[in-house]
């Protein structure tokens, strides 16, 4: 829910084009957030919420010609719980969606961004590149880590990018994942993309150009002080309500798996 806590990581700016016409592009459902977008490109977006605690702000930003697509999120990505036993026992497998969470292992950013590659951008992609980002995956856990402490469970951020070729096009992604566990014996587990982002371009010259928007894009985002706070406080009321319905859900699946004994 804190958007504007972790820190920002800047891509690479391409060289020389600085002076880019680009102009503030404003949330319109909520006015949640504004960041700059290229002049006369078609944009889209908006911020989606899964669930009261689930909230995410997406951008898509298309150049007029149509052979170049910026992102910046995508509100079909579900928070994940790491398989378990328990799940198990009720016939829950990975792959499948339990009450808004999506069943999966663990994904490190890199993975992530590959997966997400084949997932949505590129039928048979071709990864030309792919690495774990380790700076910036040290930035964020020097906050991830004691926020999720100060809130008793175990919290680890991952950062990489992966590059592609799809057919004639080129693309990349980066992504931020954050995996959450119980501070103390065991439990579920959970982890989320937290920050998503990349582009496709039709022509590999204009990857340059796409690298440059990716980047001022991200480094302009701004989340809204009020609206955060709002979202926030909508955060903590559904918590205390969804952690009674989680303890009452976990007794349930423990009584089934008993009595499965």
């Known amino acids: 829910l804190m958007l504007s806590t972790l820190p920002h990581v800047a891509l690479a700016a391409a060289p020389g084009a600085s002076g880019a016409p680009f102009t503030t592009w404003r949330e319109p459902r909520e006015g949640a957030f504004t960041l700059s977008v290229p002049r006369g490109w078609q944009i889209q977006g908006a911020v989606h919420r899964n669930g009261p605690v689930d909230v995410r702000p997406f951008v898509q930003a298309r150049s007029p010609d149509g052979h170049i697509t910026v992102f910046v999120d995508d509100p079909s990505i579900l928070p994940r719980e790491v398989p378990n036993a328990l799940l198990q026992q009720v016939g829950i497998r990975e792959g499948q969606v339990f009450q808004g969470t999506l069943i999966e292992r663990y994904r490190t950013g890199v993975q992530f961004a590959q997966d997400y590659i084949a997932w949505k951008l590129c039928r ?24 999720g402490r100060s809130q008793g469970t175990l919290a680890q951020a991952s950062v990489g990018e992966a590059a592609f070729r799809c057919g004639e096009s080129l693309g990349y992604t980066y992504a931020a994942t954050i995996l959450i566990a119980p501070g103390m014996g065991s439990g579920a587990q959970f982890w989320l993309v937290y920050k998503l982002a990349g582009f496709v371009v039709g022509n590999p010259a204009q990857a340059g150009w796409a690298n440059y928007v990716l980047d001022v894009m991200l480094g302009s985002f701004r989340v809204d002080p009020q609206w955060e706070a709002r979202t926030v406080q909508q955060g903590r009321s559904a918590v205390g309500a969804m952690a009674q319905m989680q303890q009452t859900m976990a007794n349930t699946i423990a009584r089934h798996a008993s009595q499965q004994a």
């Not at 048979?124 to 926020?147: F, G, H, K, W, Y």
């Open 124 to 147: 048979q992609p071709r990864i030309t590149d792919a690495r774990p980002l380790p700076d910036q995956s040290n930035e964020m856990n020097a906050q991830v880590v004691p926020l």
